[in-house]
């Protein structure tokens, strides 16, 4: 547990942590290929770590030197391992893909909150291209079998970067074209890497195809997470003035912004350039009055992982929100709609839950309270940005679980976790 108490401004200059998603696949696709590459300002966050020892049990050589990795990856990958994908629905939805058609055996597993995750979602959509994919009852454990992986169209109907991104990567070794269209279009790294690892991948909007391909590595320098960033942001338009640098402003990833420019919250892009196929720009925000918005289902997957910050934001502003269409919160590393309501609540916000979102009745003060992060690394995030803003301040249950996504978060809020 840990005391956070209430600020009357909150202002600098940060450094966020790498992004976790692109991270995750420089690590993972060059473990996978014959020869070497630096990943620069890696994320190393326990999710990542994840990803680090499955490519190691598998074979690869990582080499950590404080955020750079040096990976020396292998294309044929050791048989019969069981990898341990601890919290990461990343690790293992990706993986699960990856090895899906290189002729191993393999179980991948996890700890109690990604036992309890829908895995059915990569391992039907796999089987249709010919891999052998069993899960537990749709859960963890799964067990890849050696199969033949052949080309196919899937239409996937939930927006997913991780069931997309696994149905790429057994694309590399199908014999046919394999064809992936999205409802509305997740993020893109995936697409955006392999492509420069050589794949012979096209996107084309939702639809992205690839074809058997050889990978060559490449060495990445890794944007600032914007995940990450969107927390110090959100103090900035709630007690002051933020600068987040060299932030990644992927597309597919800024729908924080929009949901700032619907709020009013004042917001400026700096330094604005392209490093390693991703843009990057520094985030000014500053102390904004915000009003209530409304965000529907093609809102939510360039800010699926923000969403509880956005309803946080909500409940801070004037009028009446809605966010609908984001039944995806309940299937992520807790049920996001549940404890992102029970937060608000417990600020002493006024938000109700609907089946796929919220309703929320800003107040423009919130008096503070207790948080319980369920070990969710973003709700314990949203809840510190809460209680900051907050009239009292107040304290956070299981706090240590930002080590997931970010492992220095307390320390740059200047607040200490052993108070
Ligand atoms: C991620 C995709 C998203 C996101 C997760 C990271 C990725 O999950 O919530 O934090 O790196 O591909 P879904 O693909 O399940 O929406």
Redesign the pocket.
Known sequence: MVRISPRERFDGEFTLPGD???T??AIMFNGGVDGEAVVSNALMGE?CVSTCRCLRALGAKIDVDGTTLRVKGVSAFRRGMELDCGNS??TM??LTGFVAGKKIDVKLYGDASLSARPMG?VAEPLSVLGADVKTTDGHAPLYVSPATIRGGEIALT????????ALLLAGLSADGEVVITEPVK??D??ERLLKAMGANLQTDGNTARIFKSTLHSVDVCVPSDI?SAAYFMALGALKGKTLCKNVGINPTRTGILKAFERLGVKYFLHNTHISGGEATADILVEKSDMRGITLTEVDV?SM??ELPLVALLCAFADGESRIVGAK?LR??ESDRIRTTTELIRNLGGDCEELPDGFIIRGKKTLLGGTVNSYLDH?IAMTGAVGLIASKNGGEIVHPECCEI?FPNFFEMLGVDLRS
């Open positions: 976790k998603s692109v995750h696949r999710d629905g990343t939805r990706l979602r939930v927006s997913s970067a991780q069931v997309k991104s997740s993020r790294h995936t995940s997957p699926i992982d995806e299937v992520k973003r996504s």
